[in-house]
């Protein structure tokens, strides 16, 4: 079956560590994306990836990392930088049919991530 | 820059009650999108609308955008404990589209059995 997979699906993060998401995705997308969601908000993006080896800032990306090394993967890594890291991810993607203006974003299940 | 404002944020109804949800954007819409997200999984795709005056219907539900393409509203006719969870409209900003959009931030529907 075609989808996107987030591992692990909890994590927990001491104080000074860096921890990583993984999202994987097999539906053949050329772009993916982050977001945060907080208690009572809406989706936030993080970062999105439309091409394999580039990635641009979305609207809090300060304290995240990302790669697109392959067009499949685009893990996040969320450093010590972000201090206040606790949150619900979702990692999301897109087949983006221009001509039709067209963007349905498809998700994986999240990573809930929580502070020791 | 753009922002979508939904409403009411939280709703409660008893089962087979019809119930309406609201999405205003700040700009014109050239693509607006709903979604359904469980509680602590991830968004599934509904409904996509791009055209003034647009309506489409799924199942009990029916969304529709309005002529100036600044509000779109979401429908479920009698509701059912399977429409709980937290529907999110989202937009693209530009005539072209674009690989990103913005999210509204959420309606919390409870259907009481």
């Known amino acids: 079956d075609g989808g996107i997979t987030q591992s692990p699906k909890y994590l927990f993060r001491k104080e000074g560590q860096n921890v990583t998401l993984s999202c994987e995705q097999n539906?053949?997308?050329?772009?993916m994306y982050w977001y945060r969601q907080d208690p009572g908000q809406g989706l936030r993006l993080i970062y999105y990836?439309?091409?394999?080896?580039?990635?641009q800032k979305g609207d809090i990306a300060e304290g995240y990392s990302v790669s697109r090394e392959k067009k499949e993967s685009f893990p996040l890594t969320v450093t010590s930088a972000q201090k206040n890291p606790t949150a619900f991810y979702l990692c999301?993607?897109?087949?983006?049919?221009?001509?039709?203006?067209?963007?349905?974003?498809?998700f994986g299940a999240g990573t809930r991530l929580s502070v020791l | 820059s753009q922002e979508l404002e939904q409403s009411p944020q939280s709703l409660i109804v008893q089962e087979g009650k019809n119930l309406t949800i609201n999405c205003t954007s700040s700009?014109?819409?050239?693509?607006l999108y709903w979604y359904k997200q469980k509680y602590g999984e991830g968004l599934i795709f509904l409904m996509m609308?791009?055209?003034?005056?647009e309506e489409k219907s799924h199942e009990k539900i029916t969304a529709k955008l309005d002529e100036k393409k600044q509000q779109s509203s979401l429908h479920i006719t009698a509701s059912q404990p399977s429409h709980a969870g937290i529907y999110l409209c989202?937009?693209?900003?530009?005539?072209?589209?674009?690989?990103?959009?913005?999210f509204g931030t959420g309606t919390r529907l409870k259907v009481l059995a």
């Open positions: 609308l791009q055209k003034g005056g």
């Open positions: 999301a993607s897109s087949s983006f049919l221009a001509i039709l203006a067209k963007n349905i974003q498809y």
């Open positions: 990836s439309q091409i394999v080896n580039d990635f």
């Open positions: 539906l053949n997308h050329d772009a």
């Open positions: 989202g937009a693209d900003g530009s005539t072209s589209g674009t690989y990103k959009y913005i």
């Open positions: 700009k014109t819409l050239y693509g």
